[in-house]
């Protein structure tokens, strides 16, 4: 009943009520392009022109500077999911059910770059476009989980009942992707004891990893922007949807 | 343009095949995001939700 | 509270043994995938047992999902699920009650259908041994899954199309396990630690699902 409880209050529909939502993130927009732009001329000039090439890999290092954000950004994203997933479960939080569907195309999207950018590294370097290594075949198996769950949206048509049903589904394969990860690198190691090429963190110096950084930043800038983008677009469907199922009532009352 | 080295195919598509699954998204997105807007406009200057709680 | 446990067991079992032949069409099914394959890589006996631990997981894979659309689907329908969710058993006893009938109905079909598969595709009894005891410990899991799946595609009238794909990426440990458990080489012997790897996750699965399908059928039915 005091002052901070209605403060508290306020700043909760601030968040929940999906129209206030909007109203407020719309205004994160403008500043946000403008981040990611900055960040991708930045980490392009960064990667193109300001870093040298890499004394075993040669210019092919290049590519890890559009590989390595994707490839984070598949986790991430699931990250994401996972964690609105847990909103919409625990708190019936209604933007969480709309940041879990926004997520979905943009992590599929993400993984299958990354998928496409490890193919076009392990060409030159490896020989081959695919490996049946173990980090490129849990990706694989992630974008096959991200296919799932996407399907499984489309194929409700109630979008607050799916919801929820999406929400347990995402937290059972959170769950489930350390033991794929782990299962994939056993089975691989299995199969192929021949050590591939490991790019591990500390080896790499320091004029790889300034680009490498900026990058990531740049390519999390454009997901949080397109996130938001999706969350107010799926607002404004389920608004739309619920104003035509009234107009359909009233037409036929 | 810098030197790319012998590789420079593989590094070009992949940039190239970025850009142009971004710019797709991106566009994608934008569409999107207009015709809801202009669907959400349409559907509220025709009255639809405010006549029957705000007479 | 068990009584009632086994009531659901019993009922399952009753109905679909009455209803007739739908696990011997599901055995049938695993043997003849079994039987296709020679046609589609040749009748090369010392290939197809090399491949058999694949060929004896995939056919049985494929049987299992093919087998999940009953697991709720003609309960939600009829509305006995509504009435399950009533009873003093917790919803999650009544999914793991239907998942050891859903086990006993479609798995242990398999596993008798398994010698035919063996001697089709030229395993050694050796093998033939531990591809048994890798489907015994492997497939719980597998049913387990798939109660999610079903569990989440119940109200979608579509959904046994959908279930297989959303189950498919996530039962590939069991998979790669399974088949380890059975094969011995080349290169160093890990069948035992394989077989031990999958009964794991088989009991996690089966001990973690239920709640899982549990909240799916609450949250597609309210």
Do not use: C
Not at chain 1, 32 to 48: D, M, N, P
Not at chain 1, 65 to 72: G, I, S
Not at chain 1, 92 to 117: C, E, I, N, Q
């Amino acid at each position: 009943m005091n002052v901070e409880n209605t403060s508290k209050q306020s700043w909760w529909t601030r968040i929940a009520h999906p129209g206030q939502f909007v109203a407020w993130s719309r205004r994160l927009l403008v500043p946000l392009w403008i981040a990611t732009a900055a960040l991708f001329v930045l980490g392009l000039w960064l990667a193109f022109f300001a870093s040298p090439e890499d004394y075993q890999m040669g210019d092919t290092v290049r590519i890890m500077y559009v590989h390595v954000p994707t490839a984070w950004l598949s986790q991430f994203v699931y990250g994401v999911m996972s964690v609105s997933a847990i909103g919409t479960l625990v708190w019936r939080h209604p933007m969480a059910d709309v940041s879990m569907k926004a997520a979905a195309p943009l992590g599929a999207t993400f993984t299958a770059l990354a998928l496409y950018t490890g193919a076009l590294w392990g060409r030159p370097t490896w020989g081959t476009f695919w490996e049946w290594d173990g980090r490129m075949t849990s990706t694989l198996v992630l974008l096959l989980i991200y296919f799932g769950i996407v399907a499984l949206w489309r194929a409700f048509d109630d979008q607050l009942r799916a919801a929820r049903i999406v929400a347990v589904f995402t937290l059972v394969g959170a769950v489930n992707i350390p033991i794929i990860k782990f299962s994939v690198d056993w089975w691989a190691t299995l199969h192929q004891p021949a050590s591939v090429f490991r790019l591990d963190g500390p080896t790499m110096p320091g004029s790889i990893l300034t680009p490498l950084f900026v990058m990531v930043f740049a390519f999390t800038a454009l997901f949080l922007t397109l996130h938001l983008i999706g969350m107010h677009t799926e607002v404004r469907r389920r608004r739309v949807m619920s104003l035509e199922r009234r107009l359909a009532q009233r037409g036929a009352a | 343009m810098i030197d790319l080295g012998p590789h420079a195919v593989y590094i070009v598509w992949a940039y190239l095949g970025v850009a142009v699954a971004i710019a797709a998204l991106i566009g994608f997105k934008l569409v999107e995001s207009r015709r809801l807007s202009a669907r959400l406009a349409a559907l509220e200057t025709a009255g639809a939700d405010r006549s029957a709680t705000h007479p | 509270m068990m009584s009632a446990f086994t009531a659901i067991l019993l009922r399952d079992l009753k109905l679909a043994l009455r209803t007739g032949g739908d696990w011997l069409t599901l055995a049938l099914f695993f043997v003849m995938v079994g039987i296709v394959v020679p046609f589609a890589i040749g009748p090369d006996r010392e290939l197809l047992s090399r491949l058999a631990p694949g060929i004896v997981w995939i056919a049985a894979f494929l049987s299992v999902l093919l087998g999940l659309d009953r697991l709720f689907r003609a309960d939600h329908e009829d509305g006995t699920l509504l009435l399950l969710r009533l009873s003093d058993l917790p919803l999650a006893g009544v999914v793991l009650a239907k998942l050891i009938a859903h086990w006993l109905l479609t798995a242990l079909p398999l596993l008798a259908a398994t010698p035919l598969l063996a001697v089709m595709l030229s395993m050694d009894p050796p093998a033939f041994l531990r591809a048994v005891v890798s489907l015994l410990v492997g497939t719980p899991g597998l049913v387990a899954l798939g109660t999610v799946g079903a569990a989440v595609t119940v109200t979608i009238r579509r959904g046994g199309l959908i279930a297989p794909v959303l189950i498919l990426p996530l039962a590939i440990p069991l998979l790669i396990f399974g088949v380890g458990a059975i094969t011995t080489g080349p290169g160093p012997d890990q069948s035992g630690t394989a077989l031990l790897l999958l009964a794991a996750i088989s009991l996690i699965a089966v001990a973690v699902t239920p709640f899982a399908a549990a909240l799916a059928i609450t949250s597609a039915e309210d």
